[in-house]
């Protein structure tokens, strides 16, 4: 049996995180504070409940971190259930580079979440949005971190997979405007000759921070991008165009190049299915069917390589925001309803204090 506490914790998880409330409508309870933390991160606490546990959010790949207002808004709701919740800030992450850097981030996040003094005594448990599972698995797995419970959500653990995804390379569309953050990420090791590196990269993270801050255009099959892509084409240096082209999905090429550069073995710590046996807290995974960014298969991978993980289909995650209430009931049989809500009061349960 639940206890009222836990019941109660439950109830508010579910209200605020279901699709029958506005994803911009945030619990009134909570109040944040500032870290300095890797330049700016911040401490959620309920103003009504002492909290039972401590949770420490794994960062997308976003430009905006914890000020992303997503995931301001989802640590906000952890905390109204009664946790302690620290969103940190990863300059790796938020200088859009899928890279190794993000570790070390992680890691430092959890040292300061020991030295708050609220966090003391309480279980810490972590979770891992899209690409935050390459620090916060490697973080899962360190006996030192001592993180009881990971939760994986639109998470990968395949590289070469992923990377074909987000190069737009795969047999079914994807998001075609994650491909320069996979080139600027891999550019050093790409058998390839560049003029002007530094400004190489700095357009191609233009053109993703122009675009990723436009609604609706980060979608399979999406070319309202393009007149950014051709803008910033006309700052390149004449050498590297074709390159940065090819970085931005206009030309062909790219998976091919971020796929040789994974074969010069110099991203090793990017490969996460051999990390998974030495996981000793929970892992469960939630990832949704239609995920055009971290293909649904890369929950199958996940629970093939740790038999141990507990893994959930829902069909409301998508990935930059949550399905809308009047398109899963157009979308869902009664029984896929049916199996719907399962996954989302297992998803309820993972996150309960």
């Not at 990971?150 to 190069?167: E, K, N, P, R, W």
Request: proline letters at 8%; glycine letters at 8%.
């Amino acid at each position: 049996m639940i206890a009222a506490d836990d019941a109660r914790a439950r109830a508010r998880l579910a209200w605020w995180l279901g699709p029958w409330v506005s994803s911009t409508a945030t619990p009134p309870d909570v109040v944040r504070t500032r870290l300095a933390l890797g330049g700016g991160s911040y401490v959620y606490r309920s103003t009504r409940l002492a909290p039972r546990v401590a949770w420490l959010v794994s960062p997308g790949l976003h430009p905006d971190g914890p000020d992303d207002p997503r995931q301001d808004r989802f640590a906000r709701v952890l905390a109204a259930a009664g946790a302690l919740v620290l969103s940190p800030r990863s300059p790796t992450l938020t200088g859009l580079r899928l890279a190794a850097g993000a570790i070390t981030d992680l890691a430092a996040a959890r040292a300061a979440l020991a030295e708050l003094h609220e966090a003391r005594g309480l279980p810490v448990r972590l979770v891992s949005p899209s690409v935050g599972s390459l620090a916060g698995l490697h973080l899962a797995a360190d006996p030192a971190a001592a993180i009881t419970r990971t939760v994986m959500i639109g998470g990968y653990v395949d590289l070469a997979a992923q990377v074909q995804t987000l190069c737009n390379a795969d047999p079914v569309p994807r998001d075609p405007t994650n491909q320069p953050v996979v080139m600027a990420t891999f550019l050093d090791h790409m058998p390839v000759t560049v003029a002007d590196r530094a400004g190489l990269r700095a357009a191609w993270d233009a053109v993703t921070r122009e675009v990723w801050a436009v609604p609706g255009w980060a979608r399979p099959g999406s070319v309202a991008h393009l007149d950014v892509v051709h803008r910033r084409a006309a700052t390149v240096a004449a050498a590297d165009r074709d390159l940065f082209l090819i970085g931005c999905g206009v030309k062909p090429g790219g998976a091919a190049l971020a796929a040789a550069a994974l074969a010069t073995g110099a991203y090793r710590s990017h490969e996460l299915r051999p990390l998974l046996p030495a996981i000793t807290g929970e892992l469960i995974a939630f990832h949704g069917p239609s995920d055009a960014c971290v293909p649904i298969e890369q929950l199958d991978a996940l629970l093939a390589a740790a038999p141990r993980a507990r893994g959930h289909r829902l069909a409301g995650l998508a990935h930059a925001a949550p399905h809308s209430l009047r398109d899963l009931l157009a979308a869902l049989s009664p029984a896929a309803a049916i199996a719907e809500l399962r996954a989302f009061a297992a998803l309820v349960a993972a996150l309960a204090p």
